[in-house]
């Protein structure tokens, strides 16, 4: 039997691959392809694991965030909302979803580099509680919006602590050469720091760094939090502003492959909190209110793509191509950053995967695959494929590349399915053109 990577995915009597309970091949029949699907028991399971996890460790004020563009639709934000999280927003786009979810707005972070004057009303306007400003341009904007409207913000600074956690370039964000923030090598940091601190509808709690992504050790983030707590120790001599929130981002890493390590979360968060407590009380610094923002460990794991596969092609001494009505429109992340992904056929999941194949899509793009190498059993058209651990960065990251309408997207709750996004149609694709 083949390693499917999670609990909540199984094999059931007709031999089809079950998600939540559901059979994936009658899903597909239903919903048709390609569809997105969730287990929400496996979302809400993570969103208990980290709130339970940040309470017990860093205290009855920790809140943990979830960074809503790993994930980003309508229904997301009310579970968010049920399961106590706060969540992240990057765009007037994720902040009206949250909004017309119903997120209480106080609950929410405003990241970005680069927020427009109308998202930062937009943000004022909902009474967003937190500002995670980048820069001294958005700080100034910030401050002038906020006084027309007779408000102090509440914001935190986002400060690049200068590290590289060994992941994907493209997805290691806490370098000094980063479009993120402000280096604490430079001096940007502290002089960023001192401009806040000067302004008046500006009320600075603290700081944020994110260093990366797919990330399986602590470690990295022990080095970020040291980091910031000597910046925070800084701040407090060099101006008397002493820190009383320090959010270290995302970042664990989920496997997406039997050779992928597997993190324990409540471990990493127990031990980031006693590295964290340490470091605190070595520079004498109390221990301030620690914030995490996970995206992709929230949602990843809980996350399937069915397709249809459409034609197997053998170029003799190359390799067999197996196309699906799917792929880089609904999937674009090996594109981008040669993610490995686990397939199976699910009409068939325990025949052995006897095959090496290159999983392409539809598009007109050699660089169209969601995966190369990928062991896979015997497969034929009219066979429902299956790709696992596409919770994070699929659906969020999609495109209507060569006019290919976005996948719904079904929720399994207690075996029931039931629609969270509906299909694009054809109409939907030309609702805009005049
Ligand atoms: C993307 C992002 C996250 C979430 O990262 P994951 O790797 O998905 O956990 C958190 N914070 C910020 C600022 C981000 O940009």
């Known amino acids: 039997m083949m390693n499917l990577l ?14 939540g309970g559901a059979d994936t091949v009658d899903l597909a029949g239903t919903f048709g392809t390609p569809l997105y699907v969730m287990d929400e028991a496996a979302v809400r399971t993570m969103c208990r694991t980290y709130r339970q996890a940040a309470l017990a460790n860093f205290g009855p004020d920790a809140l943990p965030l979830y960074a809503s563009k790993a994930l980003c639709f309508t229904e997301m934000y009310r579970i968010a909302a049920e399961e106590g999280m706060g969540v992240d927003c990057v765009s007037g786009g994720e902040l009206y979803t ?49 006084g027309e409207r007779n408000i102090r ?88 502003f002493t820190a009383s929130e320090l959010n270290l981002g995302g970042g664990l890493g989920v496997p997406y492959t039997e050779f992928d390590r597997k993190v324990d979360y409540a471990a990493a968060i127990r031990d980031m909190a006693t590295a964290i407590r340490t470091i605190c009380e070595e520079r004498k610094v109390g221990m301030p209110r620690i914030i995490l923002e996970p995206g992709r460990s929230l949602v990843a794991a809980a996350g399937i793509t069915l397709y249809t596969v459409g034609s197997v092609k053998t170029i003799p001494g190359f390799r067999t191509y197996v196309s699906v009505d799917g792929g ?12 490995q992904y686990t397939a199976l056929i699910a009409n068939r999941p325990d025949a052995p995967r006897t095959e090496r194949v290159t999983l392409a899509g539809r598009c007109c793009e050699s660089g169209d695959l969601v995966g190369e190498d990928m062991p896979l059993q015997q497969a034929s058209r009219g066979d429902i494929l299956a790709v696992l651990t596409t919770g ?30 509906r299909r694009e149609s054809y109409e939907d694709l030309v609702r805009n053109d005049l």
Do not use: W
């Not at 580099?113 to 909902?126: C, H, Y």
């Open 392 to 421: 994070a960065y699929n659906y969020s990251m999609a495109s209507n590349y060569n006019r290919i309408p976005r996948p719904a997207v079904v929720l399994v709750k207690d075996g029931t399915p039931r629609l969270a996004v």
């Open 6 to 19: 999670y609990d909540h995915l199984a094999v059931n009597q007709k031999g089809h691959l079950t998600i």
């Open 328 to 339: 880089m429109p609904d999937n674009p992340r090996y594109a981008l950053y040669q993610s």
């Open 98 to 146: 949250a909004r017309h979810a119903g997120f209480p707005a106080e609950r929410i972070y405003f990241h970005g580099n680069n927020k427009t004057d109308r998202d930062i009303v937009d943000a004022l306007d909902m009474g967003v509680g937190t500002f995670v400003v980048d820069n001294t341009d958005e700080l100034y904007a910030l401050d002038r919006l906020a």
């Open 153 to 240: 913000q509440r914001i935190l600074l986002r400060i690049t602590p200068g590290i590289d956690p060994h992941t994907h370039k493209a997805i290691s964000t806490g370098r000094v050469d980063s479009k993120f923030g402000s280096p604490i090598a430079t001096g940007q940091a502290l002089d960023i720091v001192r401009l806040a601190l000067s302004l008046p509808h500006i009320n600075l709690h603290g700081f944020h760094c994110h260093i990366g992504s797919q990330i399986f050790d602590i470690d990295p983030f022990v080095d970020a939090a040291r980091i910031m707590v000597d910046f925070i120790a800084t701040v407090r001599d060099e101006t008397g």
